[in-house]
């Protein structure tokens, strides 16, 4: 399984001409990103197997929303 902004990065390497500099910068971007996505994503799974998954009320949907300021849909 890979994450959005892995698949980002590799549609934007199959994709994009990587000799030129926008190209170029938008990939070192993206790879900045990816470390910041694994804290978040680790952050969510640490509150939610504290906080969540207690309240068996709680959907991990509801959860997300929550955390991440989403509206249910």
Known sequence: MKTPMQELLEWVRATLPM???????IEEKIESMLEREKEVMQDFATDYERECRIN???????????????KER
């Open 19 to 25: 000799d030129l500099e926008t190209p170029q910068m």
């Open 56 to 70: 068996l009320e709680r959907s991990i949907e509801k959860c997300w929303d929550e955390t991440f300021n989403t």
